[in-house]
């Protein structure tokens, strides 16, 4: 007889997947990427990029921006940082503003502009064609210049502000190639914390330590 798991790393296209495993399991479930509901590991993995730069969460500007209908990445993150007490502000096209969202605790405006002023940390969102039906903007190029991260608007933040992407990246669409391989990029770095953080949830869910 086949023994029964004891930890499930779930990711799926469907959002509800994990929840509707979770009731059904006894096993430990993994969230590793659920539609466009979460993505626990990616903001773990975000928070503890943004305190190695910052040394805290609480009392920052953290500023969201680009398709934030589509994005799991952004809900893990509104959830846990505004918990852990940062001023998180997002923005992103009228048609790409989830309804209500202003209820999770976060500031909301189609303005890039006031979103990134004197942010400490600004986090660019990918254009999620594969999600989408119908057109949610007119083109790449007009998005990019509304809603495109440049140095021009990286200027508006805080001198010591960081730029974080999820990945893949659009270049030239959300984020210009030279913010993403600038100074101020901390994209490689999440990449790196992301093996490290997702090994240590492996471990731990899998009972290596007590928790």
């Known amino acids: 007889m086949a023994m029964a798991p004891d930890l499930i790393v779930v990711r799926h ?24 509901h979460e993505h626990p590991t990616q903001a773990l993995l975000d928070a503890f990029t943004i305190r190695e730069h910052k040394g805290r969460l ?7 921006v680009g398709d934030l209908l589509h994005s799991r990445v952004l809900r893990s993150n509104v959830q846990l940082l505004t918990k852990l007490g940062a001023d998180v ?3 992103g096209p009228p048609t790409m503003m989830p309804p209500g969202i202003e209820r999770l605790g976060v500031k ?4 890039v502009d006031a979103a990134v002023d004197q942010a400490d940390v600004i986090m660019m969102l990918r254009i999620q064609l594969e999600r989408m039906e119908g057109a949610f903007f007119p083109s790449f190029r007009e998005y990019f210049t509304v809603f495109g991260l440049t140095t021009e608007r ?3 933040a805080k001198p010591d502000v960081i730029i974080m992407h999820p990945g893949p ?4 669409v959300e984020i ?12 490689l770095e999440q990449v790196s914390n992301g093996v490290a953080v997702r090994m240590a949830t492996l471990y ?3 009972g290596g330590a007590e928790a």
């Open 89 to 91: 502000w997002v923005s």
């Open 176 to 187: 210009a190639s030279e913010v993403a391989d600038g100074p101020y990029s901390v994209i």
């Open 154 to 156: 990286v200027a508006r």
């Open 58 to 64: 609480d009392r920052l500007k953290v500023a969201i």
């Open 108 to 111: 909301a405006t189609t303005s």
């Open 169 to 172: 990246m659009n270049r030239g």
């Open 13 to 36: 296209s469907a959002s509800g997947a994990c929840d509707f495993l979770a009731r059904i399991c006894r096993a430990g479930i993994i969230n590793a990427g659920d539609g466009t």
């Open 204 to 206: 731990l869910l899998a």
